[in-house]
């Protein structure tokens, strides 16, 4: 099976947790590492509750690379529940990972470049403001060459904004950064509001993450349980989406997601900034520049996820199981 090598850039972040802890358990997916940027919370938080998942998921030879603390141009905004700062030792145990010395820019540029050199593209999973991402672009332009796909979540276009009316969250924490990725040349999937509402998880469903009895599903029913991301006012249903783990599940089953190419972008200046859109009929005189996700199984991507959760119970010894 050849598998995709993967960076995932991320700002942990609850639903990151998911994303990271899904693909360190699937066999399709080789991290390289993490670059982790400051969004749900502040760069030292995010690098934190990073080192405390790769801690959870026993994969100590995962680097863990500390990048942007903020946006390229815009003031800062952190996410909905930024008074989280790091996860507790309760929700998630202590860890003796620590950030590797090489910065996360660095890190993106060196491996695109190897990729590039050995003709082995990597992918870049963007789960969190893509500042580190726009960097590497920006300062190092060649690096493209190395980048076979960026798959984002990010962007809202059928379903309003969710941090503001008009924009989500990855996208209103640094819109500059997120056009200068759209307008890279390097192919882009985008995962918008509109796809990751449409899969909610509930409490059955977290319960099901701490039953395979491992520190690394414990950890995250612990956090989804606390956590509540539910809002049947917005729904109509009970559950909360978690959104960035579709990344994850669209690198090992395509099938589960329907998609169409568009010409993407967003504002980056004025009340709207981060709003996102998506032109689906070649209204604007510019070619598709990204392949947007429209549907996905619900179902089929609850099961995926907490099937590759279980995944780590299996070599968990009955005496070291955890109780959710
Ligand atoms: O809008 C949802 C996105 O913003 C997710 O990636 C979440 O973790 C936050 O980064
Ligand atoms: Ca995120």
């Known amino acids: 099976m050849s598998r995709f090598r993967v960076i995932i850039d991320a700002d942990p972040g609850v639903d990151d947790a998911a994303a990271i802890l899904m693909a360190l358990a699937s066999p399709e997916i080789d991290v390289l590492g993490l670059s982790i940027v400051a969004g749900n919370v502040p760069l030292q938080d995010t690098l934190t509750n990073a080192c405390k998942i790769v801690g959870v998921s026993g994969r100590n030879d995962v680097s863990i690379h500390a990048g942007a603390a903020g946006p390229l141009v815009r003031d800062q905004v952190f996410g909905r529940y930024a008074r989280i700062g790091s996860f507790s030792d309760e929700l998630v145990p202590h860890s003796s990972m620590v950030p590797a010395e090489e910065h996360a820019v660095r890190f993106i540029v060196r491996l695109a470049r190897e990729a590039a050199e050995a003709g082995d593209l990597i992918t870049i999973c963007a789960i969190g403001p893509m500042t580190n991402i726009a960097l590497a672009l920006v300062q190092h332009p060649d690096v493209a060459r190395g980048i076979g796909q960026i798959v984002s979540m990010g962007g809202a276009f059928t379903a309003l904004g969710h941090r ?146 279980s995944l780590y119970g299996s070599a968990v010894p009955d005496s070291k199981r955890c109780e959710a």
Not at 218 to 238: E, H, K, Q
Not at 269 to 279: E, K, P
Request: proline share 6%.
């Open 164 to 309: 503001t009316p008009w924009a989500e969250f990855n996208v209103l924490a640094d819109p500059h950064a997120a056009e200068i990725v759209y307008r890279s040349g390097v192919p882009i999937v985008v995962m918008p509001l509109d796809l990751t509402f449409q899969a909610l998880f509930t409490a059955e469903h977290f319960k099901s993450f701490g039953d395979c009895g491992a520190a690394a599903g414990c950890a995250l029913c612990n956090l989804f349980s606390t956590f509540d991301r539910s809002d049947v006012a917005r729904f109509g249903r009970p559950g909360g989406p978690i959104h960035d783990a579709m990344t994850i599940a669209w690198l090992i089953r395509p099938e589960l997601f329907a998609s169409r190419k568009a010409t993407v972008g967003t504002q980056v200046a004025g009340l709207t900034m981060g709003y996102t859109y998506a032109d689906f009929h070649r209204m604007l005189d510019r070619p598709p520049n990204a392949t947007v996700v429209t549907n996905v199984d619900e179902a089929g991507f609850i099961n995926l996820l907490i099937e590759r959760i």
